[in-house]
């Protein structure tokens, strides 16, 4: 490995890098926010009679908030994404990466249905 690669990076190296990971990773946010959005569906639809009294304007805020939420944790792929392009693993880890949004999209969604169930679920029509 080019140890003056590793640590200084030219900046259209950055550039490159940097539209590589914008062209992998933003085309499949769309996916991401879809099976989030699904989660959320599926449970007001399964339990419509009880998250009825949820549906408020007031709501709308909070709710808004936690898709902020989902969609800057989104933004930790890019910080597993560019440093692994600037080492040595790079065309490997290009091959590869899928893995990361498969881990990070099971994540998402284990906690988007524990914070529905354990968090909201329970408070609502108190």
């Not at 914008?22 to 339990?47: F, K, S």
């Not at 549906?55 to 989902?70: E, Q, S």
Request: hydrophobic residues 50%; charged residues 15%; glycine residues 6%.
């Amino acid at each position: 490995m080019d140890i003056s690669r590793a640590t200084s990076p030219q900046p259209s190296e950055f550039g490159t890098f940097l539209a590589d990971a914008g062209r992998y990773w933003e085309r499949r946010r769309i996916r991401y926010n879809a099976v989030l959005a699904g989660v959320v569906i599926v449970w007001v639809t399964v339990t419509w009679p009880h998250f009825r009294a949820a549906f408020t304007w007031p709501t709308l805020l909070p709710l808004l908030g936690l898709a902020g939420i989902a969609n800057l944790c989104y933004f930790a792929a890019y910080l597993v994404d560019l440093p692994l392009q600037f080492s040595s693993f790079r065309d490997g880890w290009r091959r590869h990466r899928w893995t990361l949004w498969t881990l990070g999209m099971a994540f998402a969604f284990v906690l988007t249905n524990y914070w529905i169930a354990d968090e909201i679920y329970p408070y609502i029509g108190r």
